[in-house]
Each structure stands twice: as structure tokens, then as C-alpha cells.
């Protein structure tokens, strides 16, 4: 059986995992599931505070040419970092925590890494149930939402390729997890996510490169850059963010699954 198929044989298994992963996020909580919507609106609120009325960043107009919010367009970023951070630590801590459970029962050790990034798809998918009726609401509206779909499939494809490799790292070397939360904190600033791309000055180098140059090689500013031009500027990504996307997504996903496989066979008794 190829490993494709194995996974899908146990396809119980990850749909058992993700459940409980669902139940438990916000178990013997009042507010529950509520959480889900205060914690990224309370991040939302500090980021706007900070840059747009202390260092007040300018930000483009939106789609419809009134509309000028500086939390919408930092929420339509935050909705795939929250995935990305979630998906990278999840999968780390979700493949370490099944090794006494894959010691009793055989199983593919994909398969707790993939039910940890599932769970956080139906996180992402109610952050952008949540931004796509405000944008309803005030009227910055177009059928370009409906590009997401295929931007985020790509994301996850690419997230998924990370995750694999971190996880495994972390398997045989547990200072992996300490560098990847540390690496996470400077990847949400190498980023333009909280600031807009303009502000940065194009001749500012570090060690002799451009900063602006270092943050567009970044693979997350093309995927942040896309989902903004579809749900905030109601416009069609460029030809050429399509063709970064699906390359970086390809590449990270077959080197991910490809460094997985081969250790997949003897990481049991390293967990």
C-alpha cells in the first residue's frame, strides 16, 4: 500500500484525532468556542492601536475605493499567520504526544500532524466566515473572495511541507521546537503583516542587502500580499504570485514529505 493510500485507509483515525482536538481546545471554558473570535480580535486591537494611531502606517484604499480600515486589512493577514504559527507548533507538539499511543497501536506518523493542521483549518475557515460578512457589512465586497479558496489550499499545501519537516526535526533534537517558536517570532516582522510593504525604505540594506528585497523573497509575503488583493483590494492576484504559490507550495510540500518518509520508519522509538 503507497503511503498516499495508507493515510487514507486511516482516514477514521484522523477524523477521531481532529475531533478530539476540537473538543478539547476549549473544554470546561464559559465562552468556549467564543474564544476562537475574542483572541484574534484582541490581537487586532493592540497591532491597530500600535500602527495606525501611534505610528499611524498608511494603508491602501480598499476595493471599493471608500473604505480605508486599517483592522480589516491587518485581519485578512492575521487569518493565515494564526493558521501558519498554529500549523507549525501544532505539528510539532501533535507528533511528539502520539508516540506512546503509536507504540501500542500501528498507525502512519503523518497522521497526528495532519489532524493538528485540520483542526486549525476549522479555525481559519470561522476567522474568515467572520471577515468575509464584515466586509459584506461595509459594503467592500466582490466575487475575487472567492479566490481565497484556492490561495488558502495553497497555503496549507505549503504549511503542510514545513510542518512535516519541523516535526520530524523535532523528533531527534528537541531545541528544534524552542527555535522554531523563536524563528516564528522574527518570521511575523520579516512579514507585512502588521505593516504595509510601502513604508519600508527600498535603499535600507543589512549586511549589504536590501531589506525590502528580504522581505519580498519571504514566500509568506506573496500568500499575504494574494489574500489581500482578493478580499481587501478586490482584485486578481498577479500571474506571477499565482506561479510563486503553487512552485513554493510544490517544493515545500515534496521536501517535507520526502525528508518524512524516509525517517518515518524508525522515528517510533525516538518518540
Same mark, same amino acid.
Given at each position: 500500500?503507497?503511503?498516499? =493510500?495508507?493515510?487514507?485507509?486511516?482516514? +477514521?483515525?484522523?477524523?477521531?484525532?481532529?475531533?478530539?482536538?476540537?473538543?478539547?481546545?476549549?473544554?470546561?471554558?464559559?465562552?468556549?468556542?467564543?474564544?476562537?473570535?475574542?483572541?484574534?480580535?484582541?490581537?487586532?486591537?493592540?497591532?491597530?492601536?500600535?500602527?495606525?494611531?501611534?505610528?499611524?502606517?498608511?494603508?491602501?484604499?480598499?476595493?471599493? +475605493?471608500?473604505?480605508?480600515?486599517?483592522?480589516?486589512?491587518?485581519?485578512?493577514?492575521?487569518?493565515?499567520?494564526?493558521?501558519?504559527?498554529?500549523?507549525?507548533?501544532?505539528?510539532?507538539?501533535?507528533?511528539?504526544?502520539?508516540?506512546?499511543?503509536?507504540?501500542?497501536?500501528?498507525?502512519? &506518523?503523518?497522521?497526528?500532524?495532519?489532524?493538528?493542521?485540520?483542526?486549525?483549518?476549522?479555525?481559519?475557515?470561522?476567522?474568515? +466566515?467572520?471577515?468575509?460578512?464584515?466586509?459584506?457589512?461595509?459594503?467592500?465586497?466582490?466575487?475575487?473572495?472567492?479566490?481565497?479558496?484556492?490561495?488558502?489550499?495553497?497555503?496549507?499545501?505549503?504549511?503542510?511541507?514545513?510542518?512535516?519537516?519541523?516535526?520530524? =526535526?523535532?523528533?531527534?533534537?528537541?531545541?528544534?521546537?524552542?527555535?522554531?517558536?523563536?524563528?516564528?517570532?522574527?518570521?511575523?516582522?520579516?512579514?507585512?503583516?502588521?505593516?504595509?510593504?510601502?513604508?519600508?525604505?527600498?535603499?535600507?540594506?543589512?549586511?549589504?542587502?536590501?531589506?525590502?528585497?528580504?522581505?519580498?523573497?519571504?514566500?509568506?509575503?506573496? #500568500?499575504?500580499?494574494?489574500?489581500?488583493?482578493?478580499?481587501?483590494?478586490?482584485?486578481?492576484?498577479?500571474?506571477?504570485?499565482?506561479?510563486?504559490?503553487? +512552485?513554493?507550495?510544490?517544493?515545500?510540500?515534496?521536501?517535507?514529505?520526502?525528508? #518524512?518518509?524516509?525517517?518515518?520508519?524508525? &522515528?517510533?522509538?525516538?518518540?
Amino acid at each position: 500500500m503507497s503511503p498516499a =493510500a495508507e493515510i487514507w485507509a486511516f482516514r +477514521g483515525l484522523t477524523h477521531n484525532l481532529v475531533a478530539r482536538e476540537l473538543k478539547v481546545k476549549y473544554k470546561r471554558s464559559i465562552l468556549g468556542w467564543t474564544w476562537s473570535l475574542i483572541n484574534p480580535a484582541t490581537t487586532i486591537l493592540v497591532y491597530t492601536l500600535v500602527f495606525s494611531i501611534i505610528f499611524r502606517a498608511e494603508i491602501p484604499a480598499a476595493g471599493n +475605493g471608500v473604505l480605508q480600515s486599517f483592522s480589516l486589512w491587518l485581519f485578512t493577514a492575521l487569518v493565515l499567520w494564526n493558521f501558519f504559527h498554529a500549523s507549525m507548533m501544532g505539528g510539532m507538539a501533535s507528533l511528539v504526544g502520539a508516540g506512546e499511543l503509536r507504540r501500542k497501536v500501528y498507525f502512519p &506518523v503523518e497522521i497526528p500532524i495532519i489532524a493538528a493542521m485540520s483542526a486549525n483549518v476549522v479555525q481559519t475557515v470561522i476567522e474568515l +466566515g467572520v471577515l468575509i460578512a464584515i466586509m459584506v457589512v461595509v459594503g467592500n465586497i466582490s466575487w475575487t473572495v472567492l479566490l481565497i479558496i484556492p490561495i488558502l489550499v495553497l497555503f496549507m499545501i505549503f504549511t503542510l511541507g514545513l510542518a512535516l519537516l519541523v516535526a520530524m =526535526a523535532n523528533v531527534y533534537y528537541r531545541d528544534v521546537g524552542y527555535l522554531v517558536g523563536v524563528v516564528l517570532n522574527f518570521l511575523l516582522y520579516l512579514t507585512p503583516i502588521i505593516y504595509p510593504l510601502t513604508i519600508v525604505p527600498t535603499d535600507y540594506r543589512v549586511l549589504g542587502i536590501r531589506v525590502i528585497d528580504m522581505l519580498e523573497a519571504n514566500p509568506l509575503t506573496n #500568500f499575504v500580499e494574494s489574500a489581500r488583493d482578493a478580499i481587501y483590494a478586490l482584485e486578481v492576484p498577479p500571474l506571477s504570485s499565482w506561479l510563486e504559490m503553487v +512552485g513554493v507550495s510544490v517544493a515545500s510540500f515534496v521536501i517535507g514529505w520526502a525528508v #518524512f518518509r524516509r525517517s518515518a520508519s524508525t &522515528v517510533v522509538d525516538d518518540l
